[in-house]
């Protein structure tokens, strides 16, 4: 069982937006940097959103970032197909002195 | 551009030692803006951190796998390594090697992946 909650799954049509949460506590989310990784099959994971809501620069404005309190989310405006991928949180664990992740979210634009 | 590569055996045995290389281009590894980590991922599930490293040598390491993982770094050849000892059939995953940043945490640049499978 993963440190912080995603939800399974998320689904929305393309051109919509949808919002991807990322659940925690105050010795992680709560008081660290949040990250936000995209992965699509048989890839490594690319950072899409870093230090709660900055993109790198290759990234898109559709993808943002947001935190309040033990929560994140990952907001995705115009959805495309191509952005059917797997989405992960992460962030360090002031507790543990770990790296932790979400569980991951799979999004599927219909 | 950073360039990150993961190398070693993709088949162990249960119970043998698991070792992986990151061979670091593009850019110094005694950088002392960042971390260097691992990263796995079992077949079909999510990513679990495995640890870092700093360039002087300092560690932090996943608490269930502290006990048989060590970290090591080698800035003369620019290449930081993984072993984790005693494998199972659990430990088998795709491996990424990958630069955190030491401020945030982000992990920005990533290694392709190389699976391990332990198997007799």
């Known amino acids: 069982q993963s440190v912080l909650t995603q939800p399974p799954s998320v689904s929305a049509a393309p051109g919509q937006k949808v919002t991807i949460s990322c659940s925690g506590s105050?010795?992680?989310?709560?008081?660290?940097?949040v990250s936000w990784y995209q992965q699509f099959p048989g890839k490594a994971p690319k950072l899409l959103i870093y230090?709660?809501?900055k993109r790198p620069s290759r990234i898109p404005d559709r993808f943002s970032g947001s935190k309040s309190g033990t929560s994140a989310t990952l907001g995705i405006t115009g959805l495309q197909t191509g952005d059917e991928a797997d989405y992960y949180c992460?962030?360090?664990?002031?507790?543990?002195?770990?790296?932790?992740f979400g569980g991951g979210t799979k999004l599927t634009v219909l | 551009q950073l360039q990150l590569q993961e190398s070693g055996p993709g088949l162990v045995k249960p119970s043998e030692t698991l070792s992986l290389t990151c061979s670091v281009s593009?850019?110094?590894?005694?950088?002392?803006?960042?971390?260097w980590g691992w990263i796995r991922q079992p077949p079909g599930k999510g990513l679990e951190w495995i640890g870092n490293?700093?360039?002087?040598?300092?560690?932090f390491y996943c608490p269930s796998l502290k006990s048989r993982v060590t970290i090591s770094i080698d800035t003369s050849k620019n290449q930081f390594s993984l072993r984790l000892t005693s494998v199972t059939a659990a430990d088998t995953a795709v491996y990424y090697c990958?630069?955190?940043?030491?401020?945030?945490?982000?992990?920005?640049?990533w290694g392709q992946g190389t699976l391990v499978t332990v198997s007799s």
């Open positions: 990958a630069r955190r940043s030491y401020n945030s945490g982000d992990f920005h640049y």
């Open positions: 593009g850019g110094s590894i005694s950088n002392t803006n960042y971390y």
């Open positions: 490293i700093y360039y002087s040598g300092s560690t």
């Open positions: 105050s010795s992680n989310v709560g008081n660290n940097y």
């Open positions: 230090d709660n809501n």
């Open positions: 992460g962030t360090w664990d002031s507790t543990l002195r770990a790296g932790v």
